[in-house]
């Protein structure tokens, strides 16, 4: 056609990342990410509790995938509880260990930080780890606590344990 994108345009148009929600048929493609991102943000024996995130077994619950070319490169997910004290948070958020520092994580928490703002969610929870917290510290969470070795050894040292963070949604 005289007007439209190049074959190169439309190749990266393709290769763009999509923020989507998670289907069942993504179940493969994040138990990957969760294998890729272990043992470094992940424990081996939390694969299990991640298995039955995805299979819907920890009550409500939405979860997102970031798409790039057919491929799931990202995912992350947010809880919901009754508990006015800590009515949501996020859970299970992971990038590809080859697609980190690329703007991806980022992308992922704000959606989720979007939705639970849509939703009159006051407060986002987040239990991480010292490798992640600064990261979201840059996005507005706060300490509120630590737990020494709250994940198990070898994923956390001693002097950087555990974090329970919060972040003021609206």
Request: aromatic residues 10%; positive net charge; proline residues 10%.
């Amino acid at each position: 056609p005289l007007y439209g994108p190049t074959a190169a345009a439309r190749a990266t148009l393709t290769r763009m990342p999509t923020l989507r929600p998670y289907q069942p048929g993504d179940r493969a493609a994040c138990l990957r990410l969760f294998d890729a991102n272990t043992p470094r943000f992940f424990l081996p024996e939390e694969r299990r509790d991640f298995e039955g995130w995805l299979d819907g077994e920890e009550g409500p619950a939405e979860y997102l995938v970031i798409e790039e070319g057919g491929q799931v490169i990202a995912c992350g997910g947010l809880w919901f509880s009754p508990d006015p004290a800590r009515p949501a948070g996020f859970a299970w958020g992971m990038v590809h260990p080859d697609r980190q520092r690329q703007g991806l994580g980022r992308i992922l928490a704000l959606a989720r930080l979007d939705r639970l703002r849509a939703l009159g969610v006051p407060h986002a929870a987040l239990d991480t780890s010292q490798h992640t917290a600064p990261f979201y510290a840059r996005l507005g969470f706060r300490e509120v606590g630590r737990t020494p070795d709250g994940y198990g050894p070898g994923l956390q040292d001693r002097k950087s344990p555990r974090l329970n963070s919060s972040h003021r949604c609206i």
